[in-house]
């Protein structure tokens, strides 16, 4: 009984096949790992960026800073027992911010 090694699928590049083939088995798995986590990433990342571009907002509010997406929203930060208002946003897997102004005390 011959076990005949697997047929790289066609859409692979020559030299990516040949160093696959060239690989040990432990490394095949990482390659495997890797290569399963960044389409998923990527794939992820097409997805965001596609329902950014659905959801654009058509208005901004009138005091929003140009450099401030319209999807931004407000948030308040407290540092060394002060408020402060913080324009927040996401940009990919990370949250952004930019200060806005201080928190008045009466409101």
Same mark, same amino acid.
């Given at each position: ?9 066609? =859409?692979?590049?020559?030299?990516? /096949? ?6 040990? %088995? ?5 390659? *495997? @790992?890797?290569?399963?986590?960044l ?11 596609? =329902?950014?571009?659905?959801?654009? /907002?058509?208005?901004?509010p009138?005091?929003? %800073? ?5 999807? *931004? @929203?407000?948030t ?28 008045? %005390?009466?409101?």
């Open positions: 009984m011959s076990y005949e090694p697997p047929s790289p699928p066609g =859409s692979l590049p020559t030299e990516i /096949v040949n160093t696959l083939n060239e690989s040990e %088995p432990r490394q095949l798995r990482d390659v *495997a @790992t890797y290569a399963e986590a389409a998923e990433y990527k794939e992820r990342e097409a997805r965001l960026e596609e =329902s950014a571009d659905q959801d654009e /907002v058509e208005e901004r009138d005091d929003l %800073p140009d450099d401030v997406p319209a999807k *931004a @929203t407000i308040i930060k407290e540092i060394n027992d002060n408020r402060y208002y913080y324009w927040q946003w996401r940009e990919g897997d990370s949250v952004t911010s930019k200060y806005k102004a201080p928190v008045n %005390p009466d409101e």
